[in-house]
Every structure is written in C-alpha cells, then in structure tokens.
C-alpha cells in the first residue's frame, strides 16, 4: 500500500475528509482533530496496515504510524485543507503574537507604573510634589522601574513564550543594563571585545536588540540540549549561551537596531526638508510600529539634537500617533462588552492621556486586535499631516500627552492636529470594530493562558486517588512550589505507572521516587510519600532502571500502602513538573479523584 493510498484508507476510518477539524504532526503522528468523533472507527483505524497504535484525547486523534509522516501529512494534504489555523497564520502574524504573548504578563505592572507616572506628573504640574524632592524620587523610581529595566522583563517573558530558560533570557537583558558595562557608555573612547570593536549604546527601555537576542539565543539552547551531555545541561548551556548571546548583542543586535533608527531618521530629516504635510504623514502612519519595537529610541536623539538649536518638528509630527492609539482605546472601551478588556483600555487610556505611555495599548490591545493598527495608522497619519503642514513643533522635550501640550507651538494648531488623530482613530474603531470578523479574538490570551491557541503536553495521572493541592502538603519544598508546579494524590492503589512516553532520567537508590523526562522535554518528578527516604527502600519495588525507555501506562513502581502506614508515614504523593520555568503555565484537572491513566496535568508552551 503506497502513501495515498494510506491516508485515504486513514481518512475512511476517521470519518471522512469532511470530519477533518485539523491536522498537525510530529515526528511519528498524526494528530488529526475530528468534528464528530462517533463517526471515527478508532478500531478499524487501529487495525490498518501500517498503524503502530490510536489514541483518543478529546476529539484528537493520535495515529502513530511506522516510519515519519512528512510524506504522509503532504499527501493528506492534497486531499483538503486540513492545516490548523495556527500553521496557516502568516509569519508576520507569528511574529506580533510572539511580541503580544511577551508583553501579556507584564501587562498589569505596565499600567500601574503608567498610572504612577501619571499620577505624578499631574502632583508635579498642581505644585504638590517638588521634582527636588525625595518623595518625587521614590515614585518616579517606582513608575519608571519597569520601563527602565524593560530588557530584562523581556528577556524572562519572550523566553518563556519561545520554550527557552526563563532566567538566562532575563540574564541577557540584564548583562545590557549591568553598571561595568553601562559605566563603559562615555567614559572610554574605544571598546573592543576580543579585538572587535564594540560601539556602545543606552540599552534601557529597548525592545528590538533583547527580542533579536532571546530568539537567538531559543534557537541556541534547543541545538545545546541536543548536542550536550545531559546531566551537565543546568550548568553548561547557560554558561555557553551567556558566552555566545551577550557579546553579539552588544557587537551585532545592538547596533543593528541603532543603525536601523539612524536610518530612519535620515528619512525623516530628508523628507522634513522637502514637504512637511508629507513628513508628518509618514511620521504619523509609522511611528505606531515604531514604536512597537523600540526603533524609535534611535528617533528621538535628532528631536533633542534639534531642540538644541530651536523647536523640534519631529515630535509636533509624531504626537499624532499616540493620540490617535488613545481614540482607538477609547473607543474600544465603550465598545467592548467583555469586562477584562474595558477594564484594561480603561487603565491603558489614563496614562496614555496624562503621561504619553502607550505600551498598554499598543501591547494589550492593538498587537490582539490587527484591525486597529489600520486604524491607528490612518488617523496618524492625517494628524500627522495637519501638524507637519501647520507647522506644529516642541519647545522642550516632552512625551505627547494633554499635560504636554503647553510645551508646544502653536498651541492652536497643534491641538487641531493631534484631536483630529484622537476622534478619527474613535471614529474608525467604533463604526468598523476591532475584532476580526471571520474570528473572534478573546481577551482571555492577554490575562491568563489560552489552552488552544498555544502548544500544550498533556501528563496522565501515574496514581489513582483522590487529588490534594499541593499547597496542602506536609512538606514546604513542594508546597511552595519549590520543587515545581504540579499536584498531589492520595494513592489507593500501590502502583505508579509512566505518566508519559519518554525516559527515566532519575531513580532513587531508595526507589521512594522517580523522575521521568518526556519526549517533549516535561520533566516529572513522582514523589512517594514523606519523609520515606527513611525507609531505605523497604517497601518499595521499582520495575526499571535508570535510563530505560517508557511508554505512558507502563509500571514503573510498586509499593506495598499498608506497610509503610504501619511503619507511620504518610503517603501522599506529589506529582510535579521540576521544569516548570521553561513554560508559561502547568495546570491542573479539577476533578477530586484521578485514575491512573487519565489526564492530570497540561504543561502550556
């Protein structure tokens, strides 16, 4: 039987072409998703040449077949469309949901520190709180901390969301802000790294060097796991991910995103000179997006290098984005009926309006909903057209904002352009909408984890019994969640079977506990008891050795429950991911009782 002729024979059996949800695969499965699973014939699919084993997980199908799917999966393919909307999503729309889904947890502390910082110049502009002051020093620390030190909040998000070490990611970020490399910046005429020349720039409140640099270093860390012995992994790959990682960024990422802003300054420069209406137009539309990566921290050096010799035309020009970003939050405010996103455009708006911060909105809001940066970008862009024409320009530099508008000039022409922005950018968000009309976008991804847009491993209970938060065992390693996120169970029955297909990569010499790595790389520690170790074994028979390969289901140890509560120990067991930090989430079944075999716990890529 050839390739076609077997994946029609798999289609037969799962129901037809037209029971097709979806289709994705990894090295020796299909996972198909079915519309209706009753129309499926798992036994005869079983049973087809060429199928190793079926499995099925809540309308999924696992075929595992003999040999790889690639040829299999592009003859199946041939047949329909059966691609999952999430292979079939554009690069550039992976790329802004990596951005997004990075932003996503640091959201919350964005709009507090924003709020701070509203609050604190609305105290300073009402004579209330001196800029001398130490009171003013302490929140202004507070309301700049995060964006100050943005790197390294991005080096720990982007690197969770790319399934990489969570805190060398934050390492990297903060290698760019640590003070003997920071003190380098205008204090030595010439830096070299092993003879390389380095040039030397301010990587504070930066994106777009930190999002190069963790994408690398993901990529990086994925080869090292491959290639390096594994007990030695914990110590080997961060130190030669640090080695390799920190000085390109400083040597290649930095300077790249730096030079990319030059450039676009130049642009800008240029146009500037020849049509203002067209500059403020360009300026309007892009700076939005340039905003989203950090570009235009290389932008704003000119507007200070202007105000040096008068008023600055550049930031008159620009003030039309971010104001046509708060219309566009403004609308969705009173648009939305889903309470977490009123409730985030609500904070997002306020120190947007008052202190000219719009990472809130451009992260929690426009990067979720692709609609509104058309808007956003057309109302920018005519904003920025009627200010470049009128020739609008800051005296002394300031962050667009309503508290900053006496710092421009004409004040009257000025607020016609950036009001225009403001009501256009309402106006098209609320007559057209900003949720995609084929899809509705939830706001669920921006506040907690979205279980089926992202990449998820499903852990099976070893144990049967009833289920016990961790937080309720007697044992403060795993309680606080020291050890790693995860459950406990009450046994009932003295068998603890593989969780997962992978391998034993740990195994007490007391056989009390066992560690068990997937094929996915989860890492599961099944604990048996408290304070057993004191046992020495006794009790307890472990039916695999170190290293062995598992199926999920197979019995990994037996142990005898009322002896060892003879002997007065306790035999709560706790099931837990030791890896826990290189993934977004770890969650839990609800149920009260758990068979072995059924689902226990999901690891969220």
């Known amino acids: 039987m050839n390739d076609q002729q077997f994946v029609k024979k798999i289609l037969q059996q799962i129901g037809g072409e037209k029971n097709v949800s979806s289709l994705v695969t990894s090295a020796t499965e299909l996972i198909i998703e079915v519309k209706d699973k009753t129309k499926a014939n798992q036994l005869a699919l079983e049973n087809t040449e060429g199928v190793i084993s079926v499995e099925e997980r809540n309308g999924h199908f696992l075929v595992k077949v003999e040999g790889t799917v690639e040829n299999l999966y592009k003859e199946i393919n041939k047949l329909g469309d059966f691609n999952s909307d999430d292979e079939k999503e554009s690069v550039m729309n992976k790329v802004l949901e990596i951005i997004g889904g990075s932003f996503g947890p640091i959201l919350g502390v964005l709009a507090g520190a924003g709020l701070l910082s509203a609050l604190l110049a609305v105290l300073t ?28 909040f991005l080096g720990i998000t982007l690197a969770i969301k790319l399934g990489a070490n969570a805190y060398v990611g934050g390492t990297i970020g903060a290698a760019l802000l640590e003070p003997h490399f920071t003190d380098l910046i205008g204090k030595a005429e010439h830096v070299d790294f092993i003879g390389i020349p380095v040039v030397l720039m301010n990587y504070s409140s930066t994106v777009f060097p930190i999002f190069i640099a963790v994408s690398i270093y993901a990529v990086l860390e994925k080869f090292l796991k491959k290639v390096i012995y594994k007990d030695i992994q914990m110590f080997i790959n961060p130190l030669i991910s640090l080695v390799i990682i920190v000085p390109l960024t400083v040597l290649v990422f930095g300077p790249f995103g730096m030079f990319v802003g030059e450039g676009i300054g130049a642009v800008i420069e240029f146009l500037s000179s020849k049509s203002g209406l067209l500059t403020g137009a360009v300026l309007g539309a892009v700076w939005t997006f340039l905003t989203l990566l950090g570009l235009h921290w290389a932008v704003i050096p000119i507007a200070i290098a202007n105000l040096a010799n008068g008023p600055d035309p550049i930031i008159g020009m620009a003030a039309a984005a971010p104001f046509a970003q708060i219309g566009m939050a403004t609308a969705v405010l009173l648009k939305t009926k889903d309470k977490k996103l009123k409730t985030l455009a609500g904070s997002a708006i306020v120190p947007g309006a008052l202190a000219g911060t719009t990472e809130i909105i451009n992260y929690g809001i426009l990067l979720r909903y692709k609609r509104t940066m058309v808007y956003v970008a057309v109302a920018g862009a005519v904003g920025g057209a009627i200010n470049g024409a009128l020739g609008a320009k800051v005296t002394v530099f300031a962050l667009p904002s309503l508290l900053s508008i006496p710092a421009f000039t004409p004040i009257g022409f000025y607020v016609i352009g950036i009001m225009v922005a403001l009501v256009l950018g309402f106006i098209f968000t609320y007559i057209f909408g ?102 020495k074994g006794q009790y307890f028979t472990s039916h695999v050795r170190l290293g062995d390969k598992v199926k999920h289901g197979d019995l990994l140890i037996e142990f005898d429950i009322e002896k060892i509560k003879a002997e007065g120990y306790q035999i709560t067991t706790p099931v837990v991911i030791t890896n826990t930090s290189q993934y977004l989430d770890v969650t839990h079944t609800n149920n009260a009782t758990v068979r072995a075999n059924e689902d226990l716990l999901t690891v969220i890529v």
């Open 434 to 535: 900003f949720e995609d009309k084929n899809k509705k976008v939830s706001t669920k991804s921006i506040f907690e984890t979205d279980l089926i847009s992202v990449k998820k491993e499903t852990i099976i209970s070893p144990l049967s019994g009833a289920i016990i938060p961790l937080s309720m065992f007697n044992d403060p390693l795993f309680s606080t969640e020291t050890v790693g996120k995860g459950i406990a169970i009450e046994p009932e029955i003295g068998e603890v079977v593989s969780p997962v297909d992978g391998f034993v990569s740990t195994l007490f010499p007391t056989e009390h506990a066992i560690g068990i790595t997937s094929e996915d790389g989860a890492e599961i520690l099944i604990f048996i008891g408290i304070d057993t170790v004191n046992l």
């Open 125 to 152: 502009m009402l004579g209330w709180v001196s800029t001398e002051s130490g009171t003013y020093a302490i929140l202004s620390a507070a309301g700049h901390a995060v964006f100050y030190f943005l790197p390294i």
